[in-house]
């Protein structure tokens, strides 16, 4: 069984920082891809920034320039790096990686902007 553990969210006013963490416990081979999704209310999940094996990234629109994803095999970790935070990044965060054939999803961390 995989288990993913998230860090790092909380409240912070418009322009500032945080930082997410993501680490895979568990019967681990080899991790594929990497991600981060955002759920707020009263809309679908999305995805907010992904991360390749081979260390290839891509984002939303809407965090491109201000969000940077990365990943740390070693620690079986992927981060999340969010600057210049606007209201509208308010949402549940859930990190997913991709084992084999399997999708795992993290219990989501909280990230709200507000003044």
């Known amino acids: 069984q995989v288990q993913l553990a998230e860090s790092g969210g909380g409240l912070v006013q418009p322009g500032g920082s945080l930082r997410l963490s993501c680490a895979a416990s568990?019967?681990?081979?080899?991790?594929?891809?990497m991600g981060w999704y955002r759920q707020a209310p009263g809309n679908q999940r999305e995805l907010v920034a992904g991360?390749?094996?081979?260390?290839?990234?891509n984002y939303a629109d809407a965090v491109k320039g201000r969000f940077a994803i990365s990943r740390e095999n070693a620690k079986n970790t992927v981060y999340l790096q969010m600057n210049n935070l606007k209201p509208e990044d308010t949402a549940v965060y859930y990190c997913?990686?991709?084992?084999?054939?399997?999708?795992?999803w993290g219990q989501g961390t909280q990230v709200s902007v507000s003044s």
């Open positions: 997913n990686m991709r084992l084999a054939s399997t999708d795992y």
């Open positions: 568990g019967r681990i081979f080899r991790i594929y891809a």
């Open positions: 991360i390749s094996s081979s260390g290839s990234t």
